[in-house]
């Protein structure tokens, strides 16, 4: 079993910073791609930012230039540092890690998502 966890969400003023967590346990070879996505009431989610297990980041446009990506493949852990935060930043927060298994396909696997919320 592969279990996904994010931390690090909650309630920020306007201009503020927060830093996702997102951790990845269990039985598994190596992860994948990581990436961070969000979803508001009534949306479809929207991607937010891309590391593969190499480095390369990719990143949609909502998240260019005040959201940053990175991993720690020691931890098994990838971040969302954002920074300069909107009122319309807040949704929720899902990351989803791809997971590779010896003898299985990938698989990708979401964390149960974490709740940001930005005051103005």
């Known amino acids: 079993q592969v279990q996904v966890v994010e931390s690090g969400g909650g309630l920020v003023q306007a201009g503020g910073s927060l830093r996702l967590s997102c951790a990845a346990s269990?039985?598994?070879?190596?992860?994948?791609?990581m990436g961070w996505y969000r979803q508001t009431p009534g949306n479809q989610r929207e991607h937010l930012a891309t590391?593969?297990?190499?480095?390369?980041?990719n990143y949609g446009d909502s998240a260019k230039g005040r959201f940053a990506i990175s991993r720690d493949s020691a931890k098994n852990t990838v971040y969302l540092q954002m920074d300069s935060l909107k009122p319309e930043d807040t949704a929720v927060y899902y990351c989803?890690?791809?997971?590779?298994?010896?003898?299985?396909?990938?698989?990708?696997?979401w964390g149960q998502g974490t709740q940001v919320t930005v005051s103005s």
């Open positions: 590391i593969t297990s190499g480095g390369v980041t």
């Open positions: 989803k890690i791809s997971v590779v298994r010896v003898g299985r396909p990938t698989s990708d696997y």
């Open positions: 269990g039985r598994f070879f190596s992860l994948g791609h």
